[in-house]
């Protein structure tokens, strides 16, 4: 059910479409193209809006019928206070538009054009497009009474079409490759997990990639041990489906590449909680457990089409989380990629063990900077809701960098701190550190801490997406399920990319103060 995005070159009142679609502004302000629509009814549009109690709020929809139009139904697209129309508004105005537009095959909108004072053509026309395509998202697999969308056409009429010329063009076929990746990446989250075992994770991964412009590697169990990935085959081991590991690169094409980025994400196909087992209540949702993973990947796939000029790696382990006779038990120690030892005293909290051993492979590339996507803490979701993502860093550079390009991809995220009184809660008695901190509260920041230990002061950017990578209802550019969370951001941040100072010439200022030596002192 892909989407083609199209300029049309007609007017709206003479462009063959199943339905043509037009903002409304608040107050029921009419805004481009609706007029025509007013005068296909004869002058009864106020009337209507007023009978249906529509109002021209952002989300807002109505569906009218039509005479004299190219169209036999015009829908009605609320787009808020007209000084206020962003690219925010533009994309949740083109999820309405797919999710009301299921029966018709083909849409012409002027929606674009709503915005022209304030967002740039192309811009308008990218925000558009990708509002479509993630509204009209359906995972129908195994639904064998479903009804898929009709909708497979939108015309963009007006400023936000033709005027723009080549660079609307660019945008659309941008926003296809950004917004296929989402796809992809919702796709295998809602898989459910007796068909996405680590090594059907892995396949699903290369079919994704191949020929995208990239090298992908997958490492079997037996590889992952001999890399020394303790955490991975910790957490791997209760499984009778063994774990992967898939290592992507992109490089740029005539090797001039302007620095590297590393992306981790947490791959866990089915988090029970192992022996430390969770309650049966909702752990079906834990099928969505690799929502880190997949976003990574699905970033990946955009790369080469998006003329990334970058390096870009990504680590995505993949493991199943299950209770067995062999799987790891509350008390044993696991020794990580780096050296460092960690006591598991809930198997739980396998998430920061898997991670551990990726953040400190992609350490030892040497990176310019990091950025890991995990599903990682129920805290995190206690604090920010389901539709914010945590962000932890130890660079505020790189932090805001990786903010900024959230905020431009619409991806909600809240930077919280690292505190350094916080860590001598993962102190453990036996091993370097615990895999839980000794304090019930602040699970997602002593989880940051965790991870943190295993960065090795390099510039990372930790996400905890455990909220916003599975939406509990449709509401805009979300579907129920899976939501692809993080594909949007990472693409962003591939294509503007700007490497953090090194090391030595930058201030060095991490969510709160500076970091204590002890900690390191217990390495190795
Ligand atoms: N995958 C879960 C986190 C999670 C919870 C994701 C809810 C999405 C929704 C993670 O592996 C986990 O179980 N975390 C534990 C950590 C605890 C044992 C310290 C948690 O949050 O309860
Ligand atoms: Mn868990
Ligand atoms: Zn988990």
């Given at each position: 059910m892909t989407i083609t995005c199209t300029v049309a070159s007609q007017p709206i009142g003479k462009v063959k479409a199943d339905l043509v679609a037009v903002p409304v502004f608040a107050k029921r302000v009419?805004?481009?193209?609706?007029?025509?629509?007013?005068?296909a009814l004869g002058g009864a549009l106020a009337r209507f809006m007023n009978k249906a109690g529509f109002e021209g709020k952002p989300g807002e929809t109505l569906m009218v019928p039509v005479a004299g139009m190219g169209a036999k139904t015009a829908l009605l697209v609320g787009v808020g206070a007209r000084d206020e129309v962003s690219a925010a508004t533009l994309r949740r105005a083109g999820a309405s538009i797919a999710r009301r537009a299921t029966s018709a095959a083909?849409?012409?909108t002027t929606v674009a054009s709503a915005a022209s004072a304030s967002v740039a053509p192309e811009a308008a026309a990218y925000a558009l497009a990708e509002g479509t395509a993630l509204g009209a998202y359906q995972y129908l697999a195994f639904k064998t009474k479903g009804e898929p969308t009709k909708l497979r056409r939108v015309m963009l009429v007006g400023d936000g079409g033709s005027g723009g010329g080549k660079a609307v063009t660019a945008a659309l076929a941008r926003a296809?490759?950004?917004?296929?990746?989402v796809a992809w990446a919702r796709d295998i989250v809602n898989e459910p997990s007796l068909t996405k075992s680590p090594a059907d994770f892995a396949a699903s991964a290369k079919r994704l990639l191949a020929g995208k412009g990239v090298t992908v590697t997958v490492l079997t169990e037996s590889q992952i041990r001999a890399q020394k990935m303790g955490g991975v085959i910790g957490v791997g081991q209760g499984s009778e489906r063994p774990p992967r590991f898939v290592k992507v690169v992109y490089a740029p094409p005539g090797g001039k590449a302007r620095g590297t980025l590393a992306l981790v994400g947490k791959g866990v196909t089915f988090d029970t909680g192992g022996i430390s087992i969770k309650p049966a209540d909702g752990m079906e949702a834990m099928k969505t457990d690799m929502g880190?993973?997949?976003?990574?990947?699905?970033?990946m796939s955009t790369l080469e089409a998006l003329g990334v000029r970058h390096r870009v790696v990504s680590y995505t382990p993949m493991v199943e989380n299950m209770p067995s006779g062999n799987a790891i038990r509350p008390g044993d120690v696991l020794r990580m990629r780096d050296g460092q030892t960690v006591e598991v005293l809930n198997t739980d909290a396998e998430g920061r063990l898997i991670l551990a051993d990726e953040l400190a492979w992609a350490v030892d590339e040497k990176p310019d900077a990091i950025v890991?996507?995990?599903?990682?803490t129920g805290a995190c979701v206690v604090a920010l809701g389901e539709k914010v993502a945590g962000l932890m860093g130890n660079d505020d550079s790189w932090s805001a960098q990786v903010q900024a390009a959230a905020d431009r991809a619409g991806e909600p995220m809240w930077h919280l701190p690292l505190p350094d009184d916080y860590r001598k809660n993962l102190e453990s008695e036996v091993a370097d550190l615990r895999n839980i901190s000794n304090n019930r509260y602040g699970g997602a920041l002593t989880a940051g801490l965790f991870l943190e230990a295993f960065v090795d002061d390099r510039p990372w950017v930790h996400l905890d997406i455990a909220g916003p990578a599975r939406a509990s209802a449709d509401d805009g550019e979300l579907a129920r399920?899976?939501?692809g969370f993080g594909v949007r951001t990472l693409v962003e941040l591939a294509r503007t990319f700007e490497p953090p100072q090194p090391k030595k010439s930058r201030?060095?200022?991490s969510g709160t103060k500076k970091k204590p030596t002890t900690t390191k002192a217990a390495r190795r």
């Open positions: 009419l805004g481009p193209g609706a007029g025509e629509v007013d005068r083909s849409v012409a296809r490759v950004v917004t296929d990746a880190g993973a997949a976003a990574a990947l699905g970033a890991d996507l995990a599903t990682l399920g899976g939501t201030t060095k200022k």
